[in-house]
């Protein structure tokens, strides 16, 4: 690991040479004390990477994990010790169960501190454990090249992770003349010829098919391979829960959102097939709709299922066939299969698609200000273009229902249901995709967890609009509490600020709509803004919150609730 033409240099600096030999572009950070030689190495790297300073933790792991999700590389975050990776830690569980790739550094104590319980100490191998692929500890200078390289291919292979590499300062101080590691292309798993054949036997012989795609790591030539495979078989196609990136779905073959919420015909629809193809998703809980249409550990209906990891496959389902291929290696391999003649499930495509277009059309809603018809002119004006991002609420099920998204990158929406993510992932889309629109679709609840990262969008000139649904309480929350317990409405209502006047503060655009008669203009008034000055826009969208969700009333759940107590 020791180049005689190589240099000593301190730990800082090797940690981020070796970054930029994998490939890293850009990090986001809360600065601190405990990883100094880090941020010092930037010096040295500003033609290659660029350093994000963010305002808190969370926001600048959220960051780091949109980015993960855009481009199949690691996202890259660094924070101090103690506080900073306790506040970091929501970004790497959403990176787990999300299977996004990500790297987590963490400042820590000098080795010669460890075990003292010393200032912020913590022991992030037991902390991460069970939120991350790899958690470690570099002890040697020498041996930062070897982790980072590691850390790097695990975050990347198989199903994809986070990874957490803690850094003594002792180790980032010190020095050594340890060579860099060569960087490798990212391992594509491909399926067997005997799996392939059987794979091409089993959709001869099915009746009603159903293809299902979800997960990460997706390419646009792997996302067109796919695509060119459901149209000669003439498949149905669905997205599982929060994938809506995962293929574009102005094609004829996509019939729907597979998960919590789906409508009642795509669920029956899934249930009667008798094949369900199921390509980089892991059919977790809210996408089986809580193990419900497809049964663990044995499906009614047959099962073939194609995953990076072999572990997760037979882990939940047991498959009539599994496939341990990466998406793209896969995808590619579809290639190679025709289709004989015209398909016998062609009938039941066209009504599921149909199906999927009537549920296009905006639902009736109370009040003056429609979410339903709010989504349907988001779709309106964009027109395909740039990404929506959300963080979690009810009010995310109207950008789900009514825009039609159009594959890799399109969507940023953490299947873990993270709160806060949807302005740091427009932070991270827009400083990715400069060019094109970001649109945050926030809750009253959920931007307050991370409004501070508005700060980012100040400082690096992100023109990122985000729309604030006000509606005063926690409304997801409310809608189960009025299930369980109705009419006992408490502890979820809260006082919000002027979010409108708080653009002013970041030198931003913001306004407030109350009648879906002005939302359009203000929508597009908002988008030019953030074009042209490069600042965030925010649009506060005052409405009824007795319309908790589309085509429910909030008011609704709690008589059904009240009179089911009754009977």
Request: proline share 6%.
């Amino acid at each position: 690991m020791t180049g005689s033409n190589v240099a000593p240099r301190n730990g800082g600096q090797m940690v981020l040479e070796q970054l930029r030999e994998q490939g890293a572009r850009r990090i986001f950070l809360v600065p601190g004390e405990s990883f100094l030689p880090c941020i010092d190495a930037f010096n040295e790297h500003r033609d290659r990477i660029q350093p994000i300073v963010c305002r808190q933790e969370s926001g600048a792991a959220f960051m780091a994990e949109a980015y993960g999700k855009m481009t199949g590389e690691p996202g890259i975050c660094m924070v101090t010790r103690g506080p900073g990776a306790t506040n970091a830690s929501i970004g790497v569980h959403t990176a787990f169960q999300d299977s996004t790739p990500m790297i987590l550094f963490i400042g820590q104590v000098g080795n010669d501190f460890v075990e003292r319980e010393a200032f912020q100490e913590i022991d992030y191998r037991r902390m991460f454990g069970q939120m991350a692929k790899w958690v470690a500890q570099i002890d040697r200078t020498e041996r930062i090249p070897e982790y980072v390289a590691r850390a790097w291919a695990i975050a990347t292979s198989g199903r994809p992770g986070p990874v957490v590499l803690a850094l003594p300062e002792d180790v980032l101080w010190g020095e050594s003349d340890a060579a860099i590691v060569p960087a490798r292309p990212r391992l594509e798993t491909w399926p067997g010829s005997a799996q392939m054949a059987e794979f091409a036997d089993a959709i001869e012989r099915a009746e009603r098919p159903f293809l299902l795609v979800g997960g990460s790591g997706w390419s646009q030539e792997a996302q067109r391979q796919l695509q060119a495979f459901a149209q000669r078989f003439d498949l149905p196609v669905g997205v599982a829960w929060r994938r809506l990136e995962c293929y574009d779905q102005q094609d004829e073959q996509f019939v729907g959102h597979v998960g919590f919420g789906m409508p009642d015909a795509l669920r029956q629809q899934l249930i009667d097939s008798d094949l369900i193809i199921a390509l980089g998703t892991r059919l977790g809980e809210a996408t089986s709709e809580g193990y419900s249409w497809i049964t663990s550990p044995h499906p009614r209906q047959k099962l073939i299922h194609i995953y990076a990891d072999p572990e997760e496959l037979g882990r939940v389902y047991r498959p009539d066939l599994a496939i341990n291929a990466s998406v793209n290696a896969f995808a590619a391999s579809l290639a190679a299969l025709q289709s004989a003649a015209k398909p016998a499930w062609s009938a039941l495509r066209e009504r599921a698609r149909r199906a999927w277009r009537d549920t296009l059309e905006p639902l009736a809603s109370p009040g003056n200000l429609s979410l339903d018809r709010v989504s349907a002119t988001v779709a309106k004006v964009l027109e395909g273009r740039g990404c929506i991002t959300v963080g979690a609420g009810n009010y995310a099920l109207y950008p789900h229902r009514y825009i039609a998204f159009r594959g890799l990158g399109s969507s940023l929406a953490p299947t873990v249901g993270s709160m806060g993510y949807g302005l740091p992932a427009a932070i991270s889309y827009k400083l990715e995709n400069p060019q094109q629109p970001a649109v945050c679709y926030a809750g009253d609840g959920c931007f307050q967890m991370n409004m501070q990262e508005l700060g980012v969008a100040l400082q690096y000139g992100v023109g990122v609009v985000v729309l604030v649904f006000n509606n005063g309480m926690w409304g997801t929350i409310r809608a189960h509490q009025e299930r369980d317990f109705p009419g006992r409405e408490t502890a979820l209502s809260f006082t919000n600020p002027e979010f409108a006047r708080l653009a002013a503060a970041y030198e931003g655009f913001g306004n407030v709509v109350d009648h879906i008669d002005d939302f359009e203009d203000a929508f597009r008034q908002a988008l030019a803004f953030a074009e042209e000055h490069q600042r965030p826009a925010i649009l506060e969208l005052c409405y009824d919150a007795n319309g908790i969700a589309p085509g429910i009333l909030l008011s609704d759940i709690q008589r059904k609730a009240l009179k089911e107590r009754r009977a």
